[in-house]
């Protein structure tokens, strides 16, 4: 499944770029005048291969959640078992990235890729168990690379479902208490910063705690001797299955299908970002069909989105996950896309346009 | 109408705010982690006198349209017929206020408060027009102080019809070639900056032009004596007729109206931005029930804001005025309101606090 999602990545065609660009100059406002949104229209045209792309709704959230064993080294002040009751809180409707989704008319699909207890089942919850969460990182290896790649095709199992469904558009969204940290890990194996650069408070820690969490980062590439992960997929799934987290791979993997579809993938704050740069190690065409929905707070989300090449459309110093920053970046999304549609061209409506 | 929408306007409730504030930290977040959309949902609270407050949804964008006689100075590339233009593309459905507002679900009314030509009827347009286009404010007033206050009154009686339709959100939007002239030298008059400092490129200008553009600017502060126009409201109505346009009267008046009866007000870009300057020059408590839509590129706009003690939530560059930063935010402004609805506390959830 994995590999044939590979062989079905295509990158941005250039012909359709460049056609693309041609109609946005070509629409009634001044050259450039919807900025960044410009940007984005063109972009999406060029993943889809055809110009103007189809408007991507709706959208699709699924939430990846999963505990890390790094959190018994004392990484973050929340108890572990606030995971699981995050996941009953999205699955009975009163967590943020629900008021957001409704919001945006987006449906929500909570997967369990490795939460450390046994869920009842649910009607919005997917099932895809690799482990009753990771091991610790900064001890040895958080998964071994079969567990990494079954959490992947976890991945490329829901994105299939969701567009076969007939989402337009996936949002991604994870939940795991500690996955900062495995995050941070990632984000200095794939862009080679320093631990001390891409580490963040989390969702909010003392400088005590936050020392502590630099040293652990320091502690996982060292020990797992981390390398250069982008060399090779080889090497990419090998650094992933060492210092991520099962919805590290399960994101990245949602991430590949959407790519293989031809579905844009709208990603979230700094998980998403890590698991962006594992795709980009995978097949870095994958990046061509991800937007950035938003920047978090954290340090480590703006040198992967760098890394990536991709600007963030919104930020608003959010720092909660789940997919809330992606949630919010939907419209826009759209309606930069709904601009190629439905705008006149100054031909057709009449409007003289200005002297160059 | 004017007087008595002045004496309606009541500022935030500091109650409310704090008790919005409260709940916001009740809920199932870490706290602060929604960053900038906390604080706008607890400012409608106390705008709206209620936590949590309405969402505000419907919106209605409202177009106000003019034309300026500076036109004739040359500061702008595209001839003065592209406002009838525009106004007959957004009443046709083709712009890109109408593609974004198709998506957010926003009506769209085109206001003529001053186009420089008769217009058809039609059913989305309503017409006030004050005048054919105001004088060259670099050679005196560009309205007597009565067309101003007649503009004013027409945004207030726009403003109270979309109430009285339904609308819960007040879009703020404009068309007319030339505008940023004017509003540079109603933001420059209002913040005390130097024209240097709050003249841009609007939607597009060369050096020579740009230079030009500032020592008009400088001309029409000079030429019509504007000193200190926040010193009374009768200061800030003589600034606004010396070198405002008819639209940034009106959006001033449909400002004062949304606050009068506690209806959010988006504000779109720099036009305004410096028609809020002159409604917070009126009555400082109408910018409580205000949020800033987006920045656009154009510098007045950063410092109209910065006055205004504003922080926008769209930051992409966009430059193209109509109301189209304003429509972007509103999904985001009614998601921020949404949480304090719909989002479990950490009681009611069985979550685990974070250990204070």
């Given amino acids: 499944m994995f590999a044939e999602t590979l062989a079905a990545i295509h990158p941005a065609d250039p012909g359709v770029l460049a056609e693309a660009r041609a ?39 699924a939430i990846f959640a999963a505990d890390h064993g790094v959190h018994a080294r004392g990484v973050s002040p929340w108890p572990q078992e606030v995971t699981v009751q995050m996941v009953a809180n999205f699955l009975a409707g009163g967590a943020v990235a629900n008021a957001f989704a409704a919001q945006v008319g987006a449906s929500v699909t909570v997967v369990d890729v490795g939460v450390a207890a046994d869920l009842p089942d649910a009607p919005d919850l997917v099932k895809h168990k690799i482990a009753y969460g990771t091991a610790d990182l900064s001890q040895g290896p958080a998964m071994t690379v079969d567990q990494a790649v079954r959490a992947l095709e976890a991945g490329i199992s829901v994105a299939r479902d969701l567009v076969a469904e007939g989402a337009r558009c996936l949002v991604t969204g994870d939940m795991g208490i500690a996955n900062t940290t495995a995050s941070a890990a990632l984000v200095a194996a794939f862009t080679g910063r320093d631990p001390a650069e891409v580490t963040g408070r989390g969702t909010g820690i003392d400088d005590g705690t936050y020392e502590h969490k630099v040293g652990i980062v320091r502690a996982a590439l060292r020990t797992n001797e981390v390398r250069d992960p982008s060399a090779s997929p080889s090497e990419a799934l090998r650094a992933l299955a060492a210092v991520g987290g099962f919805e590290h791979a399960a994101i990245a993997g949602f991430i590949l299908y959407g790519a293989a579809v031809r579905v844009p993938v709208i990603l979230d704050g700094v998980i998403a970002g890590a698991a962006a740069l594992v795709a980009a190690a995978l097949d870095p065409a994958a990046i061509d069909h991800c937007v950035a929905g938003h920047r978090s707070a954290e340090p480590g989300h703006a040198a992967a989105l760098a890394h990536l090449g991709l600007r963030p459309l919104v930020d608003l110093e959010l720092r909660l996950g789940e997919g809330t920053g992606g949630l919010l970046a939907h419209p826009m999304v759209c309606a930069a896309v709904r601009v190629m549609h439905d705008v006149a061209t100054f031909d057709s409506a009449g409007v003289t346009e200005k002297p160059v």
């Fill in 23 to 61: 109609h946005q100059d070509r629409l009634t406002k001044p050259r450039g005048s919807l900025g960044v949104l410009e940007e984005v229209a063109v972009r999406l045209a060029g993943a889809a291969g055809v110009s103007p792309p189809p408007v991507p709704e709706p959208a699709a959230l």
